[in-house]
Structures are given as C-alpha cells and as structure tokens.
C-alpha cells in the first residue's frame, strides 16, 4: 500500500474519531452510522482515486458525487432512481430535508433529537471536514494544519453540546 493511500486512511480514521464529539449533540445514536460511512465513503473514495490513474483534481468531485448518492439514498430512496440516484423530485426532497434540519438548528436546545435534516446536514458537514482533513494532510502534506478542521469540529460540538 502506498503512503499517500495509507495517509487517507489515517485522515479518515481521525476524521471519525473527532466525529465521535458529536455525541454531545445529538440524543442517542441515530447519527453515529450515517456519520461513520460517510467519512469510510470518502477516505475510500480518496484512496481509490490515489490508487488509480485518475487525476487527483477527480478526488472531490467523485467524492461529492459519492456522498450525494449516500445522502439520497438515506433521505430521498423513495423518490430516488433505483433508490439512490437523485432526480428532480429527489433533489426538492433533499432541499425540504435540509431546511427541516435548518429549523431545527434554530429552534431545539442540544442534545437535539436525530431527525433526518439534523442527520443529513451532519453527513454533508463532516464530508466536508473529511475531504478538507484530507486535501490538507496527504494532497499538501501539512499534517498540523489537518488538525485545524478537527479542532473546530471539536469545539463547536463542545461549546453547543449538552454537558
């Protein structure tokens, strides 16, 4: 195995281990799954490309493809092609979703149940935070500087977490 496929799968096995802190936000443990495959999905992404000849500059965008198609297929499977392939109404239930999730921001104190939005607004976060850790640690190889979106993972579910 290589070391930039080995690097990926650290950034993503820190990426999961910060995730774990948003068990001060949420009740119960609904999220911990959609979360979990969703940084596996893409740090496996990631790899894949770096293992292959693909170009690199394919590695988000086959990322963000990757999660768009996770994210349908937990939130919008009914009216989904083959359950995961968004279309038009997929996409307006995905967009209802994340306004759902948005309310919800607003209005509930933590910990905040795992309703769909909540969860589905979590999944793009933290595939954000995962792609960003990545890019940062094996793409740049600025390793210290991988940890600062870790860190503000981290306080931001301290700060806004139930204690």
Not at 6 to 22: D, K, N
Not at 30 to 35: G, K
Not at 57 to 86: C, K, Q, Y
Not at 126 to 132: C, D, G, K, R
């Amino acid at each position: 195995m290589s070391s930039p496929v080995r690097l990926t799968i650290f950034s993503g096995q820190a990426t999961a281990a910060v995730s774990l802190s948003l068990s001060s936000v949420f009740h119960g443990a609904a999220w911990f799954l959609p979360v979990m495959i969703t940084v596996a999905l893409v740090s496996g992404v990631s790899a894949a490309v770096r293992w292959s000849p693909l170009p690199s500059a394919l590695e988000p965008i086959l990322s963000a493809v990757a999660v768009t198609l996770w994210i349908t297929f937990l939130d919008a499977r009914s009216v989904a092609h083959l359950g995961f392939i968004p279309g038009r109404t997929a996409f307006k239930h995905l967009g209802r979703t994340a306004r759902a999730g948005f309310t919800d921001i607003r209005k509930l104190p933590t910990p905040v149940p795992a309703h769909h939005g909540l969860v589905m607004l979590s999944v793009i976060g933290i595939a954000a935070i995962t792609l960003i850790v990545d890019l940062l640690a094996v793409t740049l190889r600025r390793a210290a500087l991988a940890g600062l979106p870790l860190l503000a993972l981290f306080t931001v579910c301290a700060a806004t977490g139930h204690h």
